[in-house]
């Protein structure tokens, strides 16, 4: 049996491609470092890219210091098609006309949704309800009433848009926001519905994604101790 290396610990920033889960992501460098203990500060989608923070070891401990921090996004939203899952993953419901949308009316309605609002958890999440995960739930047809949850959305700022009813915006919010409901609320003003069509995680808190270790790092170990972040300089 592999020896298991129970003085690896710190704090890994990882650039997490698409088309993979934050779970696969923590599992495997679990298994890579050989170390009993791994976790992370905020799930990304499957179809999301950007910023993992990822714990080892004893930095585990500091989970709910990271996990709270505020988070920077960089997003699309396809105006007028509305989906089950609030991004491109689901199935469409809708869609609606976009005639009557432009670049002004977006940047006020995204104005609209800046400060403390209750925002309603999506049914695609990995919230649990009874012992289930929400997603798990979703996918057999069943939704169950969920609680509307206070975050701040500190930015929403409206970058462009163009003909295919593509809207490019960038979004600063505190921890537990869903930026797929946003998109949702931000089609809700409009009465065009919306979906979110790309997301990446820039920042958490201090820390960005331009100083994190690409996915591709993940197979050699050097590479990880090299960007380990340690215990003592996150505390």
């Known amino acids: 049996m ?20 934050s779970f696969k992501v923590v599992h495997g460098i679990r298994k890579i470092l050989n170390v009993k203990k791994t976790g992370h500060c905020g799930t990304l989608d499957p179809a999301a890219t950007g910023l993992l923070l990822v714990l080892v070891g004893k930095a ?7 996990i709270k921090k505020d988070k920077v996004y960089t997003s699309s939203f396809l105006m007028g ?28 309605a995204a104005k609209m ?14 919230l649990k309800y009874g012992g289930k995960r929400l997603y798990e739930l979703a996918r057999q047809g069943i939704v169950v009433e969920r609680q509307p949850r206070k975050i701040t959305i500190k930015k929403f700022e409206v970058f462009s848009y163009d003909e295919e009813g593509i809207v490019n915006v960038g979004i600063v919010c505190s921890s537990g926001t869903y930026v797929r409901v ?6 809700n003003i409009l009465k065009c519905g919306a979906t979110v069509q790309t997301l990446r995680r820039e920042k958490i808190g201090i820390f960005n994604v331009k100083d994190a270790l690409k996915f591709e790092g993940l197979g050699d170990v050097a590479e990880i101790m090299k960007n380990l972040v340690p215990v003592k300089n996150l505390v």
């Open 60 to 66: 585990t401990q500091l989970q709910d210091k990271f």
């Open 182 to 187: 946003l998109a949702q609320d931000l089609g």
């Open 113 to 126: 949704l800046e400060g403390e609002i209750l925002q309603v958890p999506p049914m695609y999440s990995a």
């Open 2 to 21: 592999a020896e298991v290396y129970n003085d690896i610990s710190g704090l890994l920033l990882l650039d997490k491609p698409v088309g993979i889960t």
């Open 81 to 108: 098609t509305v989906t089950d899952s609030g991004d491109l993953e689901g199935n469409v419901i809708v869609k609606n006309s976009i005639a009557n949308v432009d670049l002004e009316k977006i940047k006020k």
